[in-house]
């Protein structure tokens, strides 16, 4: 192992950055969102009145009435269905799924209707749909609560699968994705809504977060590559290691589909080994096609296989259990150490 | 109006019985029941009948040129609408330009009525089109073949006519027609669809055609009760229709097309009717059905009755019908000529249009394609 010095931290954020915790920047992106564009409406469960479950729509149908933020029936395939429906008639709809275990009855208009109506229309029918899901675990829910299902609709073209790291990301990233003429699935890491970061709302739309991985930390020895909720712990892991002196450079994908392969590739023909972190299930997992990639185009480069720290081949446990699940800081340094072993 | 609700009934021997404004001899239905609909045709004049039927007659001639076709090896499915002419022809003819329709896949006739070029339908059945029009030239809809799906769609975009004033469009009166069977009444998406529109009062009609038969499966294990009701748990009011009168279908179309327009919420109508056919070409309907029940419904055909009903107007005679099988022939000639003309699409044609932007998984499988096929090239850009 070469010696190194710990990285420096990524850029400090700009002075008009305030600290707001994650849910507020999303409900600030929608705000934005809205105000600017009449046609973006918001459908969901709960959405209205109460703010949602997780209150992330808190205040915005008081601020644009009932006809734009939805509180629809309880059927998420009717929540898509006839957002592709508002679609077609020119209106951007932003369903909110409650919990990512509910978003299945709604898998087959997003799959077999919302990801193919532009291929099959010959690309005269834009379906520009945002699916806002709360996932992945980490708050003592109950079953169908805590689940990450990024990979079945990464799995399917046509569709735009994404998901914030920081704050300021899910600010800006939430108005992308309304933007994009595409469906997007927006995967929020429930874990961290309430985890503040620096958020400038001043940020302009238009930087690409949809296509483009961002180094969230740089560094020399290993790559770590994260998105959504193991962005943070990623960078906790990166943190302690430099302690220990070993360089970490921590990739969040915000995208994975399309993968900013990219990005990814630039990082390990540096540093020679890459570890992925999701807490979806490792089999045939995000990080199975990050690991394909990688290895494809950097076999000379790399020093060690890469590996993946994910879920097991198992429903999400119990409450009581899943910190023994969720990639943990320990578990992630333990593959570190195991790539630099070689 | 909404006495047409209230009164499904043909009779009182009935309660069930769909309401008709010809019976299968041709003869014009004079009922206190049928007031309703009367209403809605009175203003229809015997042109307006001939078009019916000659509409009815095309739709016919191009289930048999698509058939054959397919029977030839042109196309590789084909999904008829035999016997369905009258419930499609007449609830299409009740649509305003401006009314957007959602067909299933079996819709030719109602296509038709929109002033589609029927041809373009074969893309699919070809295989060199997933869809094949624009869905607004003609505000039709491409076909959706997951069963029920698009009920959704329609409603959504019946809730898209209701905010369009809000958003600087002009408010006009457009309503949404959806076209479903009576399988698709079993789909979870149809229930929702169903209580989506009854909570947003939404502008549309779901056109049931219930052909009796689900491929293989009976009414009898699709469902219990009557189809027409399926709507009035969810708040959706129902009319049951004869689909195989033409005037019936059109006037329970127009009557429940005004009445979500008009903003008093949408409707349920069923059309009952009659595959004649097989559910596509690849169906076998010996399988699972008698030589009798098909006679039985042979003797209903829909064309007849408004032949019958023509002809005893004064309205139809020999001349006009050797004019008709002349313009059918025309017809027929175009249909086949169209489909043989259609060619195999180009190879990189697979990668158009999965994405509205650039998406960078697409350009890589589209340069890796270009550049495994130039592998297959001499220097000189011949084949190897």
């Given at each position: 192992?070469?010696?190194?010095?710990?990285?420096?931290?990524?850029?400090?954020?700009?002075?008009?950055?305030?600290?707001?915790?994650?849910?507020k920047?999303?409900?600030?992106?929608l705000?934005?969102?809205?105000?600017?564009?009449?046609?973006?409406?918001?459908?969901?469960?709960?959405?209205?009145?109460?703010?949602?479950?997780?209150r992330?729509?808190?205040?915005?149908?008081?601020?644009f009435?009932?006809?734009?933020?939805?509180?629809?029936?309880?059927?998420?395939?009717?929540?898509?269905?006839?957002?592709?429906?508002?679609?077609?008639?020119?209106y951007?709809?932003?369903c909110?799924?409650?919990f990512?275990?509910?978003?299945?009855?709604?898998?087959?208009?997003i799959?077999t209707?919302?990801?193919?109506?532009h291929?099959?229309?010959?690309?005269?029918?834009?379906?520009?749909?945002?699916?806002?899901?709360?996932?992945?675990?980490?708050?003592?829910?109950?079953?169908?609560?805590?689940?990450?299902?990024?990979?079945?609709?990464?799995?399917?073209?046509?569709?735009?699968?994404?998901?914030?790291?920081?704050?300021?990301?899910a600010?800006?990233?939430?108005?992308?994705?309304?933007a994009?003429?595409?469906?997007?699935?927006?995967?929020?890491p429930?874990?961290?809504?309430?985890?503040?970061?620096?958020?400038?709302?001043?940020?302009?739309?238009?930087?690409?977060?949809?296509?483009?991985?961002?180094?969230?930390?740089?560094?020399?020895?290993?790559?770590?590559?994260?998105?959504?909720?193991?962005?943070?712990?990623?960078?906790?892991?990166?943190?302690?290691?430099?302690?220990?002196?070993?360089?970490?450079?921590?990739?969040?994908?915000?995208?994975?589909?399309?993968?900013?392969?990219?990005?990814?590739?630039a990082?390990?023909?540096?540093?020679?080994?890459?570890?992925?972190?999701?807490?979806?299930?490792?089999?045939?997992?995000?990080?199975?096609?990050?690991?394909?990639?990688?290895?494809?185009?950097?076999?000379?480069?790399?020093?060690?296989?890469?590996?993946r720290?994910?879920?097991?081949?198992?429903?999400?446990?119990?409450?009581?259990?899943?910190?023994?699940?969720?990639?943990?800081?320990?578990?992630?340094?333990?593959?570190?150490?195991?790539?630099?072993?070689? | 109006?909404?006495?047409?609700?209230?009164?499904?009934?043909?009779?009182?021997?009935?309660?069930?019985?769909?309401?008709?404004?010809?019976?299968?001899?041709?003869?014009?239905?004079?009922?206190?029941?049928?007031?309703?609909?009367?209403?809605?045709?009175?203003?229809l004049?015997?042109?307006?009948l001939?078009?019916?039927?000659?509409?009815?007659m095309?739709?016919?001639?191009?289930?048999?040129e698509?058939?054959?076709?397919?029977?030839?090896?042109?196309?590789?499915?084909?999904?008829?609408?035999?016997?369905?002419?009258a419930?499609?022809?007449?609830?299409?003819?009740?649509l305003?330009?401006?009314?957007?329709?959602?067909?299933?896949?079996?819709?030719?006739?109602?296509?038709?009525?929109?002033?589609?070029?029927?041809?373009?339908?074969?893309?699919?059945?070809?295989?060199?089109?997933?869809?094949?029009?624009?869905?607004?030239?003609?505000?039709?809809?491409?076909?959706?073949?997951?069963?029920?799906?698009?009920?959704?769609?329609?409603?959504?975009y019946?809730?898209?006519l209701?905010?369009?004033?809000?958003?600087?469009?002009?408010?006009?009166?457009?309503?949404?027609?959806?076209?479903?069977?009576?399988g698709?009444?079993?789909?979870?998406?149809?229930?929702?669809?169903?209580?989506?529109?009854?909570?947003n009062?939404?502008?549309?009609?779901?056109?049931?055609?219930?052909?009796?038969?689900?491929?293989?499966?009976p009414?009898?294990?699709?469902?219990?009760?009557?189809?027409?009701?399926?709507?009035?748990?969810?708040?959706?009011?129902?009319?049951?229709?004869?689909?195989?009168?033409v005037?019936?279908?059109?006037?329970?179309?127009?009557?429940?097309?005004?009445?979500?327009?008009?903003?008093?919420?949408?409707?349920?109508?069923?059309?009952?009717?009659?595959?004649?056919?097989?559910?596509?070409?690849?169906?076998?309907?010996?399988?699972?059905?008698?030589?009798?029940?098909?006679?039985?419904?042979?003797?209903?055909?829909?064309?007849?009755?408004?032949?019958?009903?023509?002809?005893?107007?004064?309205?139809?005679?020999?001349?006009?019908?050797?004019?008709?099988a002349?313009?059918?022939?025309?017809?027929?000639?175009?249909?086949?000529?169209?489909?043989?003309?259609?060619?195999?699409?180009?190879?990189?044609?697979i990668?158009?249009?999965?994405?509205?932007?650039?998406?960078?998984?697409?350009?890589?499988?589209?340069?890796?394609?270009?550049?495994?096929?130039?592998?297959?090239?001499?220097?000189?850009?011949?084949?190897?």
């Open positions: 192992m070469t010696a190194t010095v710990p990285a420096p931290q990524a850029a400090p954020a700009p002075n008009s950055a305030k600290p707001l915790p994650f849910a920047a999303i409900n600030a992106g705000r934005a969102a809205m105000a600017k564009d009449e046609r973006v409406l918001l459908m969901g469960e709960d959405i209205g009145p109460l703010g949602g479950v997780f992330v729509t808190e205040g915005l149908q008081a601020e009435g009932e006809d734009r933020v939805v509180d629809t029936p309880l059927a998420e395939s009717g929540i898509i269905g006839t957002a592709i429906g508002l679609a077609m008639r020119g951007r709809p932003v909110e799924i409650q990512d275990g509910f978003i299945f009855p709604g898998f087959d208009q799959t209707q919302l990801a193919k109506m291929y099959r229309s010959k690309g005269r029918l834009n379906l520009p749909v945002v699916i806002r899901v709360p996932f992945a675990g980490g708050i003592g829910a109950v079953e169908h609560h805590s689940e990450s299902p990024e990979a079945l609709f990464a799995h399917t073209p046509g569709l735009r699968v994404v998901s914030p790291g920081s704050a300021q990301d600010y800006t990233m939430i108005q992308e994705a309304i994009s003429p595409d469906p997007v699935l927006f995967f929020e429930k874990g961290r809504y309430w985890e503040k970061g620096p958020v400038d709302l001043s940020t302009p739309i238009g930087s690409d977060t949809l296509n483009k991985a961002v180094v969230a930390r740089t560094g020399t020895d290993v790559t770590l590559v994260a998105y959504g909720p193991t962005v943070a712990t990623a960078l906790r892991a990166a943190e302690a290691a430099a302690a220990e002196g070993t360089s970490i450079e921590v990739i969040d994908l915000r995208a994975i589909s399309p993968l900013d392969t990219d990005t990814v590739v990082s390990v023909k540096k540093t020679g080994r890459c570890v992925v972190v999701h807490e979806a299930v490792t089999y045939m997992g995000p990080g199975a096609e990050v690991a394909a990639r990688v290895t494809e185009r950097c076999f000379y480069e790399l020093q060690a296989p890469v590996l720290v994910g879920g097991f081949h198992n429903p999400y446990p119990v409450a009581k259990l899943e910190h023994d699940y969720i990639p943990s800081l320990d578990r992630i340094l333990d593959s570190v150490d195991r790539v630099l072993a070689y | 109006m909404t006495d047409l609700l209230s009164t499904p009934g043909l009779s009182s021997t009935d309660e069930h019985a769909p309401l008709q404004l010809i019976d299968p001899q041709g003869h014009r239905v004079i009922t206190e029941e049928n007031a309703t609909l009367r209403a809605q045709v009175s203003d004049t015997l042109d307006d001939r078009t019916f039927y000659k509409d009815m095309l739709a016919r001639r191009f289930d048999a698509a058939t054959a076709l397919q029977r030839q090896g042109e196309l590789a499915l084909y999904a008829p609408l035999l016997g369905q002419e419930a499609q022809i007449g609830s299409g003819h009740a305003r330009p401006t009314d957007m329709v959602f067909p299933s896949y079996r819709e030719h006739g109602v296509a038709h009525t929109r002033g589609m070029d029927l041809a373009k339908i074969l893309q699919l059945f070809r295989g060199v089109d997933h869809g094949g029009w624009d869905s607004f030239e003609k505000n039709f809809h491409l076909y959706t073949l997951v069963i029920g799906s698009h009920a959704l769609h329609a409603t959504g019946a809730m898209g209701q905010r369009d004033a809000k958003v600087g469009r002009a408010a006009g009166d457009e309503a949404v027609m959806v076209y479903l069977g009576d698709a009444t079993s789909q979870g998406d149809v229930s929702e669809a169903l209580g989506f529109a009854a909570v009062n939404a502008p549309i009609v779901f056109f049931v055609q219930n052909n009796q038969w689900a491929i293989s499966v009414n009898s294990k699709q469902f219990k009760g009557e189809l027409y009701t399926r709507g009035e748990g969810f708040g959706v009011p129902g009319i049951r229709v004869d689909g195989n009168d005037l019936a279908s059109f006037a329970a179309a127009r009557w429940a097309l005004d009445h979500a327009r008009s903003g008093e919420g949408p409707v349920l109508i069923e059309a009952l009717t009659y595959r004649m056919g097989a559910h596509t070409t690849s169906d076998d309907p010996t399988k699972y059905r008698t030589r009798e029940e098909e006679q039985h419904w042979r003797d209903r055909d829909p064309i007849a009755r408004v032949k019958a009903l023509l002809e005893s107007e004064n309205a139809w005679n020999d001349t006009d019908e050797t004019a008709l002349a313009e059918l022939e025309g017809f027929g000639e175009y249909i086949r000529g169209y489909v043989k003309s259609l060619g195999r699409p180009e190879s990189t044609s990668f158009d249009h999965v994405y509205a932007t650039d998406n960078a998984l697409v350009r890589e499988d589209r340069e890796w394609f270009a550049q495994y096929e130039a592998s297959f090239m001499d220097t000189s850009g011949g084949a190897r």
